[in-house]
């Protein structure tokens, strides 16, 4: 079974239960940190099909409740929630995925790799969705390093 379509389905389905206004910045936000995820894990060697998930599942929270305050942490109790019952994931690679959705709203830390890939990716999405504007304060000098390494000019 392909565990990416797997968490696809589970996603999908919270963001069919979001207000119809929301839908739309769910799926781009979603899918386009995980593409950025893909992206990353790939150039830092890094598990892409988890890289992918974590993606995917970084702030359902947010979309399933409709408030945002604490969402990477509790982001990180959905994803073990969401995931677990699958019986595709081990615990070690939720755990992972878990860890890496608690920690992807703090910017100015550095993480293990894994984690740097979440955190990075969703950066990349905010930045690159509205290009004609500067990068938020906090992800300013994240942006830079990411465009430096990607050989991209800002």
Known sequence: MNRIEVVKGI???IIEATLPK??????IHLYGVA???????????Q???LAITAGLLHDLHTYRTGNPADHAHQGAALARELLS???????????KISAANYAHSDKAAR???FTEVLVDADVLQHC????TQPPALQEAER???LCAELGASM
């Open 143 to 145: 942006f830079r390093h």
């Open 22 to 27: 929301d839908r739309q910045a769910a799926c």
């Open 85 to 95: 019952p699958t019986g595709l994931f081990t615990p070690d690679e939720i755990e």
């Open 11 to 13: 996603a999908g389905k």
């Open 128 to 131: 690159l969705f509205t290009p």
């Open 47 to 49: 598990d892409v099909e």
């Open 111 to 113: 993480h293990n790799p």
């Open 35 to 45: 593409q950025a995820c893909a992206l990353l894990a790939l150039r830092r060697g």
